[in-house]
Structures are given as C-alpha cells and as structure tokens.
C-alpha cells in the first residue's frame, strides 16, 4: 500500500489566500519530501525536511513534520494563480526510493 | 539547461508492439528511477538502478524491463505493450549519499496505446 495518504484530494481557494495540505504516513522515515507537478509534466521538487526536524520554510512555502503523528503538512501563503498544480509528498524509507502520496490537485482562481 | 531529458515526450505504439523510452541525464547521479504514472494518481515505482546493480520492485510486471549502459543514459523497455500500460512514465535521478536525496525528474513520455 501506498505510504503517504493525502487530504484533501482537491483544494480550490482564490489567490492570496493560503493554502494547506496534509500528508499521513505509516513507518518510520528518513526524510519526507514535497513535489509539484504542473499538468503533463515532470515533478519538480519543492522542499525536504528530515525526521529530526519540525518545521522547515522555503519563501512562500512552510513545511511541518509530526513524527509522533506520523504526518506533515504543506502551507503555500499568499497563493498565485501559477501554484495551480498537484501536490505530492513522498516518504524515504531508508531504502534508496520514494513512496509517494495520492496528491492533492490545487486550483487557485485569479 | 535540462538535466534529466526524456525522448519521446509522447510516443504511440500498437497493442503487443514493443517500445522503448530513454533518458538521460547530466548530472553524473548514481541512481536512476522509472517511474509509471495514471491519471490523477501518485507515480509508481517500477525499478531504480544503484549504479548498475538494477532492483526491481515486487509488484513490477515482467513486460517491463530495463538497462542502464552507463552512468548516463537509462531505458525503459515494454515488451509487450497492453491497453492497460497506456501512462506517463517518469524517470528520476539522484545522487545517494548526499544530505539531501532529491529526485530530479525528466518532463516525461506519454505513452498511448491503440
């Protein structure tokens, strides 16, 4: 089975405001890490944030881990119409891979 | 400049007709991934090379295969395409052993069946 799970699935908010997606996981990790992907593209990545660590930002980006909940979210402040895209976090496992989450599909409207 | 190219970018083939997609990449990374990805879903895991020793994952199908030549290039070959193969395949670089583990990702091949 999968090891990130995602919420919500889809988010659509209007530009300026913030937008937060969630990512659960099952087992232990070494390092969880978001992506984005625009429609028909690659995955670019966005920001990794160790086990160690709580809290991570990256300009309009701020990363959270829970290592007791076994979660992370994603915030993206001040959203543009250009964030629209899929939003994928993936769990490192120790083992050289990724796991990928289900994504979220975030629609900003200008 | 791309750092991880994908050729294709689209690719039609015919029902059992074998097909190959390539990538390469410029960033002289020791680990390459293929991934396959569905519409609206997270892309799947389907063999990564160390170097060249090749892993592939448990629930990979045996139509699938690849190679990795040298440290630059990696393929991707479907032996006998299905309807059901019909996705965009992802192949991804990184370089094991660094703080930070990224994957860099090549733009993908979209692969369309008939």
């Known amino acids: 089975s999968q090891q990130g799970e995602e919420d919500p699935q889809a988010l659509s908010i209007q530009e300026g405001e913030n937008a937060t997606m969630n990512c659960s996981y099952k087992t232990s990790i070494n390092n969880l890490q978001w992506y984005r992907q625009n429609s028909g593209r690659g995955l670019v990545h966005l920001i990794l944030i160790r086990s160690n660590e709580r809290e991570k930002h990256s300009g309009r980006l701020r990363v959270t881990l829970d290592t007791s909940k076994k979660s992370s979210s994603l915030l993206i402040t001040a959203s543009r119409a250009a964030d629209t895209a899929s939003y994928f976090c993936a769990t490192d496992n120790y083992g050289n891979k990724l796991v990928f989450g289900a994504g979220t599909i975030l629609r900003v409207k200008s | 400049d791309a750092m991880v190219i994908q050729n294709p970018r689209y690719q039609v083939t015919q029902f059992g007709k074998p097909v190959t997609l390539s990538c390469s990449q410029t960033l002289n990374h020791n680990v390459m991934y293929w991934y396959q990805q569905k519409s609206s879903q997270a892309p799947k895991l389907l063999f990564h090379?160390?170097?060249?020793?090749?892993?592939n994952e448990a629930d990979t199908p045996d139509n699938f295969q690849s190679r990795r030549p040298n440290t630059s290039f990696c393929f991707l070959d479907i032996r006998s395409p299905g309807l059901g193969d019909a996705a965009m395949y992802l192949c991804?670089?990184?370089?094991?052993?660094?703080?930070?583990?990224?994957?860099?990702f090549g733009p993908g091949t979209r692969l369309l069946v008939l």
């Open positions: 991804a670089t990184t370089y094991y052993g660094e703080a930070g583990e990224t994957q860099y």
């Open positions: 090379y160390y170097d060249k020793d090749f892993n």
